[in-house]
């Protein structure tokens, strides 16, 4: 009779303490999707002034002296717009809108504008970039993710590079894997642990170093594109590895389109 007691009792516990953690696991998801709610709800609304603020820069009349003050409040404005569009793509992987779109694109052309949105920090540093392409066709992919990707290792290679340090961008296609080579000098520690690499956060944050998201960016995209990257040191040299994979039967693919919808919107941005 004493053991039928007992056993009632924990049976009473083990209920309770199910609810509990039912309780507690609703709580958790409520709380995920509120957070990934505000991220998406924070990064749209600062995406609207921002993009008009980008829009009308270039209409504003430069006087003589000014011309410094103004450089500077375009470098801010684009180092500020980089980071908001990093936010909304952090808050659509959260949400799992990360869909492949296909479009028919020249990569050295968004290699080109990746490397012309950070010419400020490439000019501040003396930064001497060296861009070998073997890649002579055009290919299949998603352009988008293609430019994010790029402008994340490129920001973080420039960020890390000394003052006039090297950075190397190598692009090639072999069995239809397309690999990307960023490498940089490093003067600074950095983290040894690949997998810490790429965790959000795993970097100080600093206005020098971003917001720490970028590289958990990458890892995401090239997950979503079928691809990977790679972390590797030498000495005091730094290489991000980006394999993709590309689908061959679809190069012939016009109806796809091409990279040119997506710098439409830089057209009207900065230009100096």
């Not at 820069?57 to 569009?85: R, V």
């Not at 917001?211 to 000495?235: A, F, K, P």
């Amino acid at each position: 009779m004493q053991n039928l007691y007992k056993i009632e009792i924990l049976e009473n516990e083990v209920e309770f303490l199910s609810k509990k953690i039912l309780e507690l696991n609703k709580k958790l998801i409520d709380s995920q999707r509120a957070k990934t709610l505000f991220l998406s709800l924070v990064a749209n609304k600062l995406n609207d002034p921002m993009t008009a603020v980008l829009g009308m820069l270039p209409h504003l009349k430069i006087q003589d002296g000014n011309e410094n003050i103004f450089s500077t409040i375009c470098q801010e404005a684009s180092d500020l717009d980089f980071k908001i569009q990093n936010l909304i793509t952090v808050a659509e992987i959260e949400s799992g809108n990360i869909d492949n779109s296909h479009a028919l694109i020249d990569i050295k052309e968004i290699i080109d504008e990746a490397v012309k949105s950070l010419k400020y920090i490439i000019k501040e540093k003396s930064i001497k970039l060296n861009i070998k392409n073997s890649v002579e066709k055009k290919i299949v992919t998603d352009p988008k993710k293609i430019y994010i990707i790029i402008k994340n290792l490129l920001s973080n290679a420039c960020m890390h590079c000394p003052q006039n340090g090297i950075v190397d961008i190598i692009l090639s296609i072999d069995d239809s894997i397309l690999t990307l080579l960023i490498k940089n000098e490093s003067s600074e520690p950095r983290l040894k642990e690949i997998p810490k690499i790429f965790t959000r956060f795993s970097e100080k944050i600093d206005s020098r170093h971003g917001l720490g998201i970028g590289l958990s960016i990458v890892r995401e995209l090239c997950e979503s594109l079928g691809g990977s990257v790679e972390y590797d040191i030498d000495n005091n040299f730094v290489t991000f590895k980006v394999k993709l994979p590309l689908d061959e039967a679809m190069q012939d693919f016009q109806a796809c389109g091409s990279n040119e919808f997506l710098f439409d919107s830089f057209d009207d941005a900065i230009e100096l």
